[in-house]
C-alpha cells in the first residue's frame, strides 16, 4: 500500500513516501511562502527516488492543521486533487500530533506548541503510550502565557515542542520541571505523517476526499479565504 504524505502547515513544506515496508523517500524544504512552488516538484522527486508513478499512489495522507492559512489550503488542494484523481482515499492527521510524535520516546507529558502568530500559539497535550502518543484534550489556540500558566498548574515534568516553543522560549524558560526540545522536533513532518498515517489505513480508518476539512481553529479567517485562489496572500 503506498502512500504519499503532504505536509505544508507550518513554514516548512513537505512530502513523502510509505508503503508497508516502510519510508521510501522524502523531500523538505524550508523556504518562507514558496508553498505552492515547492509542493509539485517534491512530489515528482519523491516519486522519481522511489521508483514510482503517481499512478502507484493507493493513500493521500495529509496534514490538516491546526497552522499557517495559506500552507494548509496549498497542501489541502494538493492532496484533495489527488485523492479525487486517483480515486485514492484520504487520511487527515493534525499537524499537533505529527510535532508530538518523534519525541514519544520521553518519560515526559508533551505539550506541542505551533507559532499561530498574532502573539498566539496552537497548542495540545500528550502522553507517550507503547507505540506512540495519546492527546489528552483537544487541540487550542491561545497566549503562550495561558499555556506556560497551565504547565506550571499541573507540574508535571514536561516536554514542550514545536517552533511556538521556540518563537515563545522566553516565556517556557525558567518554569520547573520544563524542558524545551531543540530545533530538530520544531516542525511537523511529512515523515512523521506518513508513519501515522501507515498505521490508520492498516485499520482502514479512511477519509472520503469530500469528508476532509482542514482545521483552522481560527474560523473567521477560513470563512473569510477559503474560497480564494490558491496563490493569493495570507
Same mark, same amino acid.
Do not use: K, N
Given at each position: 500500500?503506498?502512500?504519499?504524505?503532504?505536509?505544508?502547515?507550518?513554514?516548512?513544506?513537505?512530502?513523502?513516501?510509505?508503503?508497508?515496508?516502510?519510508?521510501?523517500?522524502?523531500?523538505?524544504?524550508?523556504?518562507?511562502?514558496?508553498?505552492?512552488?515547492?509542493?509539485?516538484?517534491?512530489?515528482?522527486?519523491?516519486?522519481?527516488?522511489?521508483?514510482?508513478?503517481?499512478?502507484?499512489?493507493?493513500?493521500?495522507?495529509?496534514?490538516?492543521?491546526?497552522?499557517?492559512?495559506?500552507?494548509?489550503?496549498?497542501?489541502?488542494?494538493?492532496?484533495?486533487?489527488?485523492?479525487?484523481?486517483?480515486?485514492?482515499?484520504?487520511?487527515?492527521?493534525?499537524?499537533?500530533?505529527?510535532?508530538?510524535?518523534?519525541?514519544?520516546?520521553?518519560?515526559?507529558?508533551?505539550?506541542?506548541?505551533?507559532?499561530?502568530?498574532?502573539?498566539?500559539?496552537?497548542?495540545?497535550?500528550?502522553?507517550?503510550?507503547?507505540?506512540?502518543?495519546?492527546?489528552? =484534550?483537544? $487541540?487550542? %489556540?491561545?497566549?503562550? !502565557?495561558?499555556?506556560? &500558566?497551565?504547565? +506550571? @498548574?499541573?507540574?508535571?515534568?514536561? *516536554?514542550?515542542?514545536?517552533?511556538?516553543?521556540?518563537?515563545?522560549?522566553?516565556?517556557?524558560? =525558567?518554569? $520547573?520541571? %520544563?524542558?524545551?526540545? !531543540?530545533?530538530?522536533? &520544531?516542525?511537523? +513532518? @511529512?515523515?512523521?505523517?506518513?508513519? *501515522?498515517?501507515?498505521?490508520?489505513?492498516?485499520?482502514?480508518?479512511?477519509?472520503?476526499?469530500?469528508?476532509? $476539512?482542514? %482545521?483552522?481553529?481560527?474560523?473567521?479567517?477560513?470563512?473569510?479565504?477559503?474560497?480564494?485562489?490558491?496563490?493569493?496572500?495570507?
Amino acid at each position: 500500500m503506498l502512500i504519499l504524505g503532504i505536509e505544508t502547515a507550518t513554514s516548512q513544506v513537505g512530502c513523502a513516501l510509505a508503503d508497508q515496508s516502510g519510508l521510501l523517500a522524502a523531500a523538505r524544504s524550508g523556504v518562507p511562502r514558496r508553498h505552492a512552488e515547492s509542493l509539485a516538484p517534491q512530489i515528482d522527486f519523491v516519486c522519481r527516488q522511489a521508483g514510482v508513478t503517481p499512478r502507484d499512489i493507493r493513500v493521500v495522507a495529509v496534514d490538516v492543521g491546526p497552522g499557517l492559512f495559506t500552507g494548509l489550503r496549498v497542501g489541502m488542494a494538493t492532496a484533495l486533487a489527488l485523492a479525487h484523481a486517483l480515486g485514492a482515499p484520504m487520511v487527515g492527521v493534525s499537524s499537533l500530533d505529527l510535532v508530538a510524535f518523534p519525541a514519544r520516546f520521553t518519560s515526559r507529558t508533551i505539550v506541542a506548541v505551533l507559532d499561530a502568530r498574532r502573539g498566539e500559539v496552537f497548542h495540545a497535550r500528550y502522553r507517550p503510550v507503547p507505540g506512540g502518543i495519546q492527546r489528552e =484534550g483537544e $487541540a487550542a %489556540v491561545g497566549r503562550p !502565557d495561558e499555556v506556560a &500558566a497551565e504547565i +506550571t @498548574a499541573r507540574g508535571d515534568e514536561t *516536554l514542550v515542542v514545536g517552533d511556538g516553543a521556540l518563537a515563545h522560549r522566553e516565556v517556557f524558560d =525558567g518554569i $520547573a520541571e %520544563v524542558e524545551i526540545a !531543540d530545533g530538530c522536533f &520544531a516542525h511537523p +513532518t @511529512a515523515t512523521a505523517l506518513v508513519e *501515522l498515517a501507515h498505521a490508520r489505513a492498516v485499520r482502514e480508518e479512511f477519509v472520503r476526499p469530500d469528508q476532509i $476539512a482542514p %482545521v483552522y481553529l481560527r474560523r473567521p479567517d477560513a470563512q473569510a479565504h477559503w474560497g480564494d485562489p490558491v496563490g493569493g496572500a495570507a
